[in-house]
Nanobody, 126 residues
Framework: QVQVVESGGGLVQAGGSLRLSCVAS????????MGWFRQAPGKEREFVAA????????DYADSVKSRFTISRDNSKNTVYLQMNSLKPEESAVYCC???????????????????WGQGTQVTVSS
């Protein structure tokens, strides 16, 4: 059984930064994809960033490119999401998820991910 637990959310002012962490447990294979999604109240869940457990070129939503960075530390079974220049409209619950398949660039759909964490709240004040 694979599990993920997120942490690192909080309250930050617009333009500020936060780093989210996602610790994975269970048997994680190199070809799995780790993804971050977010969901604001009344809105659909949207893709943010993804990376394969083995590394390689990450995938990002256009709205976060150049501001967010996804990375992983396999020695700690952890995936990070560094978020810079945050905007108030990016306030949401951020969830980490695992897809039991390789990353497909440009095709990150929540339905393709198999295991989800509970999420961590990010609030960006204006």
């Amino acid at each position: 059984q694979v599990q993920v637990v997120e942490s690192g959310g909080g309250l930050v002012q617009a333009g500020g930064s936060l780093r989210l962490s996602c610790v994975a447990s269970g048997r994680i294979f190199a070809y799995y994809t780790m993804g971050w999604f977010r969901q604001a109240p009344g809105k659909e869940r949207e893709f943010v960033a993804a990376i394969m457990w083995s590394g390689g070129v990450p995938d990002y939503a256009d709205s976060v490119k150049s501001r967010f960075t996804i990375s992983r530390d396999n020695s700690k079974n952890t995936v990070y999401l560094q978020m810079n220049s945050l905007k108030p409209e990016e306030s949401a619950v951020y969830c980490c998820a695992i897809r039991l398949a390789p990353l497909v660039p440009g095709r990150q759909r929540a339905d393709d991910y198999n295991y989800w964490g509970q999420g961590t709240q990010v609030t960006v004040s204006s």
